[in-house]
């Protein structure tokens, strides 16, 4: 269980904040064989509490332990890619719950293939689909009436073929079921 420390810090054990043996009744604290007895628990309950006191910083995807932050993916519903740096890991997961939000709308898609693209990549969207508002019945809609999405990634550096099966799977995870995808990755370097 991580919290646990098998080493003493600075020659001192890890304390329990909240002794067991203190929450007795005093006629059982003056029993000297149970309260070296109770000091056991405190001994073993004393990782716990430290793992509950810093819990924030197991949850939040900026300081969480790398192991622990692929399961906190999870918890968001995000697959992480092995290729991607860690700081690309972390932001990825902390902004997932925004993502989930907006998913499916223009602003979600872009931001959701930048994340997984990095910083330095530029994400462009062309939809097909339009609204309007006219006074005059039977106006016909701006752009086409076929349903379509072309996506253009444009990355400094990389793999065409990798990035490729990354950026479609990103883009089957955001883009609604019903809209064909275009998908176009230029590498720039």
Avoid: C, K
Wanted: cysteine-free.
């Amino acid at each position: 269980m991580r919290g646990i420390v098998n080493e003493p810090i600075n020659r001192m054990p890890l304390a329990n904040p909240v002794p067991i043996g203190q929450r007795l009744p005093g006629i059982l604290q003056e029993d000297r064989f149970l309260m070296q007895w109770i000091t056991a628990f405190d001994d073993s309950i004393a990782p716990v509490y430290a793992v509950l006191d810093n819990l924030d910083a197991y949850v939040r995807p900026s300081v969480a332990p790398v192991d622990f932050l692929e399961w906190l993916a999870t918890w968001v519903d995000v697959a992480l890619d092995d290729a991607w740096t860690e700081e690309q890991r972390r932001s990825i997961v902390a902004g997932a719950a925004a993502l989930h939000r907006r998913a499916g709308t223009p602003g979600g898609i872009r931001d959701a293939l930048r994340l997984a693209a990095g910083p330095e990549a530029e994400v462009e969207l062309e939809e097909s689909g339009a609204t309007a508002w006219s006074p005059t019945p039977g106006t016909p809609l701006p752009g086409s009436d076929e349903l379509r999405l072309a996506i253009t990634v444009t990355v400094p550096t990389g793999d065409r073929a990798v990035l490729e099966r990354r950026f479609e799977r990103v883009a089957a995870a955001v883009v609604p079921a019903h809209l064909p995808v275009g998908l176009t990755v230029v590498v720039a370097g």
